[in-house]
């Protein structure tokens, strides 16, 4: 093992092979998965997916487009945890290596870039004769590479289905939808001393202790959709992966992944810290140990926080599952964390992350080590007690495993593996009915009841309010701010950090953005942090007053605690700010023209237009709709103050401000007063109303107002739709130049548009009248003039036929029935170009004739 490589070494000679055929060699993006098909990153081709799709091949910090990317991609799989430390070839946390292709090289380089690699004198230096590969069915171009081109010998490839040879697996028939293709993967055979099988058996067993799958070259060049629809991706992808750990046992020649140089180390510590040696296949509680704390020292520094939701669960379950076996090895003091170092020290040169957040790591896990030692001490003596007085065979209830996870914490899995060991069965569904149970008496028992975006991360929310109270919000005067991150939430659970490219909640101290609230939309924005950026894309407010910034990280790292500045899109929100006003302005005029009996019924208030619903019984006059625009308009040009204050709501009522009819508001309200009215016939207009939105600071910064449309929505109640400022001088604009244009085609201009339309009906009605004249001439001139006239019997009917040119469908019927008169026959048939009919005589019917089914056999 001296001189074999380490897996450090891999990892670097990979990427700079890579590198050395023009790929850009980018850092491992976070565990936690860059899209939402995933809770955590499971292949490295995953941050890809929007340049598979067809998104340009840009990477923040490199020049233009880079086609060739290549990548150490920490994965974590999750879905068998319980087998892994019972086999020796699995690992939730694995590193795989890939080389990525966007439309540039495709099957064949891809081939042959592994083999060199593979096989070459400078590189991996494997014997050729050992390697192995398979290949998608009908895949004959990755056939003749690999036997023409790499000299593999025929028998040496194995063909499969797309259950084998797709990635992702059956996708076509499962899914996920996305990008996917067919793959080959090599295989290495390590020879006769880990199996007896033979490469052909592989066909069948599709398992084998002696073949090993190194390496899978995947060529996805199809776009998954609905359906097992596969269509085309706008070009053809390369995407690798080839799993590290593998690897690095095969150049390291040692029977598994224990063995090799990252996990020596840890389960040689496990021996050490229990007195226990490390005795390869039995030990399997050192195995679970070390692969544990390599997975959830990684994730924890990613951001993960462990909890009882999402991700941070899955963490926890990993852990205790890790803190178990250091149980069953004697271990009573926490001693996990004190492994951490040994992984930072193996893969902290390739993941820096790690290094850096060494202590936050080590304290998570001790804390609940902590937690869970004492746990695990009531709860398996509860457990063994139970299960001693149960018959191998036999079942623990289900209520007996819920009371132990609902009361002890102890997991479900854990419950399952003990059990095994006394060779019991659990029962899992009688354990998901009672959590079910209990989780409804939860909701029904919350405070806010479940929402997509609140329903998990309810307490976290009331932990941070509790500490640090409502977000202080200061955007009705200032548009940019500095804030600190309180929190991020992300699906139900709460993180740490937010990597670039990922998306969440962010919870600020202090903001300037509004969020959504009062019929008025959520502003949208930057944070900015020291080495970071991202995209706000809307802001909302959770019941305990906290502001949810809807962010995107687009360059940088985020974490907790972190001061951000805040930059409200300062456009978007002054058009927003427009609207705002105008809908107020829009109201009052509203209850001036239309009469006190306008109550406002909802709204929306946006950058681009406002919408206004209103109680009233009838559709407005297109008098009263210029009437009510003109007034705001007069409120616009006069520039008044619009001002706010805070008093109580008896204060505000007694100001004449308009509250909304059924909305609850607190003790102290705010209410938007516009300073100055306009006069409407014998009175003067005001605009006072209880408002939280933001406003402009005079009417005249709405600039302009247009009404552009008004509607019924429901019994007495109506719609408005408008636009102010620069919305709507673009809309007139618009309206003005399809006014011209349509002048233009008529070869007139807009004033002259009434009268040139009305010439041209008159011009339509007369020559549509000659149509109508001349089609009934053509019909009669072929009738007589003895069209193409047939009589024939037909299963005891006379039947007379004809055929016409040029007649349209409308005239065939008259033209049916003359044909009967006329030649007397007991059906008659008349077709055009344009369509057929078929006429029986009343005698023809009364002996059984039918027209329709004639009409259905002709047709046919
Ligand atoms: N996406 C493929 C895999 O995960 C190859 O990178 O196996």
């Known amino acids: 093992m001296t001189s074999a490589l380490t897996t450090a070494e891999i990892r670097e000679k990979y990427l700079s092979f890579f590198e050395g055929k023009g790929h850009l060699r980018l850092p491992s993006h976070s565990l936690i998965a860059p899209d939402p098909t995933t809770l955590f990153t499971v292949a490295g081709m995953q941050p890809f997916k929007p340049q598979f799709l067809g998104a340009a091949a840009r990477f923040p910090g490199h020049e233009g487009e880079r086609k060739r990317v290549t990548t150490a991609q920490k994965c974590l799989r999750v879905n068998d945890i319980e087998n892994v430390g019972r086999t020796l070839r699995h690992c939730s946390l694995l590193e795989m290596l890939g080389n990525f292709s966007f439309g540039d090289y495709f099957k064949r380089d891809a081939i042959l870039f592994a083999w060199e690699f593979l096989t070459g004198a400078e590189w991996l230096a494997l014997d050729p004769a050992k390697l192995h590969v398979t290949i998608y069915k009908d895949d004959q171009e990755a056939f003749d590479v690999w036997t023409r081109e790499c000299g593999l010998p025929e028998e040496r490839i194995l063909r499969f289905d797309a259950d084998e040879n797709f990635w992702p697996a059956d996708a076509p028939a499962k899914g996920p939808n996305g990008p996917c293709g067919p793959c080959s993967e090599i295989f290495y055979d390590r020879g006769p001393d880990f199996g007896s099988d033979t490469w052909a058996d592989y066909q069948e067993t599709r398992e084998s202790a002696r073949f090993l799958e190194i390496w899978n070259l995947v060529f996805p060049q199809y776009d998954r959709q609905d359906g097992g629809v596969l269509a085309d991706l706008p070009y053809k992808n390369i995407d690798t992966g080839m799993g590290l750990e593998r690897i690095a046992s095969v150049l390291q020649n040692v029977p598994d992944f224990y063995s090799n140089d990252v996990f020596l180390p840890l389960v040689t510590r496990v021996a050490e810290l229990s007195g226990k040696p490390y005795e390869g296949v039995t030990s399997l509680s050192h195995r679970v140990i070390a692969e544990h704390v390599r997975s959830v020292s990684m994730t924890v520094a990613d951001g993960v926080t462990l909890s009882n939701t999402g991700r941070g669960y899955v963490i926890r379950k990993i852990l205790r599952r890790a803190s178990r076996h250091a149980y069953l090895l004697g271990l009573r003091e926490p001693v996990l964390h004190t492994l951490v170092g040994l992984v930072v020290e193996r893969m902290g040169g390739a993941y820096p992350e790690l290094r850096e957040r060494q202590a936050e790591v080590e304290a998570a896990i001790r804390a609940e ?492």
């Open 369 to 860: 080590e902590t937690r869970f030692l004492t746990t695990l001490e009531s709860g398996t003596t509860r457990l063994e007690a139970i299960l001693a007085k149960i018959e191998k065979g036999e079942m623990l209830s289900g209520t007996e495993a819920f009371t132990l996870y609902d009361t002890y914490g102890f997991p479900l899995d854990l419950t399952r593996e003990i059990a095994e060991e006394y060779g019991v069965g659990v029962d899992e569904a009688g354990f998901d009915r009672a959590l079910e149970e209990q989780q409804e008496r939860a909701r029904a028992g919350s405070k806010y009841g479940k929402s997509e975006l609140f329903g998990d991360v309810q307490e976290a929310l009331d932990e941070v309010a509790r500490t640090h109270g409502a977000t202080d919000f200061v955007g009705y005067e200032d548009l940019v701010t500095e804030g600190r991150v309180l929190a991020v939430v992300e699906r139900g659970e709460t993180l740490t950090r937010l990597p670039a490219g990922s998306a969440a909640q962010v919870v600020l101290d202090r903001t300037p953005f509004y969020a959504e609230g009062g019929g008025e939309v959520g502003d949208r924005g930057w944070l900015e942090w020291q080495g970071g950026r991202g995209f706000v894309r809307d802001t909302r407010k959770s019941p305990q007053g906290l502001f949810l910034h809807d962010l995107t990280v687009e360059e940088g790292e985020l974490t907790v605690g972190a001061s951000v500045r805040g930059v409200v899109d300062l456009p978007e929100r002054l058009s927003t700010q427009r609207h705002h006003t105008a809908t107020h302005l829009l109201h009052a005029a509203l209850r001036a023209v239309l009469g006190s009996g306008v109550r406002q019924a909802g709204s929306l208030v946006s950058p681009d237009r406002l919408r206004f619903d209103f109680s009233h019984g009838a559709t407005l006059t297109p008098e009263q709709v210029r009437e009510v625009e003109r007034l705001v308009n007069r409120w616009v040009q006069a520039d008044f103050p619009v001002t706010y204050a805070y008093m109580s709501l008896d204060e505000a009522r007694a100001t004449g401000a308009m509250a909304l009819f059924g909305e609850k508001y607190g003790d102290t309200v705010r209410v938007v007063s516009v300073e100055g009215g306009v006069p409407f016939q014998d009175h003067v207009v005001t605009s006072r109303e209880l408002c939280g939105g933001a406003h402009v600071k005079r009417t005249g910064e709405i600039g302009s107002f247009v009404i552009v449309s008004e509607e019924g929505l429901a019994a007495g109640v109506r719609r408005v739709e408008a636009l102010a400022g620069e919305a709507a001088t673009a809309y007139v604009r618009e309206q003005l130049t399809t006014l011209s244009d349509l002048a233009l085609t008529l070869n007139t201009n807009p004033a002259g548009l009434a009268e040139r339309l009305a010439g041209l009906q008159g011009q339509l009605r007369d020559l549509n009248a000659q149509v109508t004249t001349l089609r009934r001439q053509l019909t009669q001139a072929q009738m007589g003039g003895g069209a193409a006239q047939d009589v024939r019997e037909l299963g005891g009917f006379r039947v007379a036929s004809l055929r016409l040119t040029g007649v349209e469908a409308s005239e065939l019927r008259g033209a049916a029935d003359d044909l009967l008169d006329r030649s007397g026959a007991d059906l008659a048939v008349v077709a055009s170009d344009r369509g057929l009919v078929v006429k029986a005589s009343r005698d023809a019917v009364s002996r059984g004739a039918h027209a329709g089914q004639l009409v259905g056999k002709l047709a046919l």
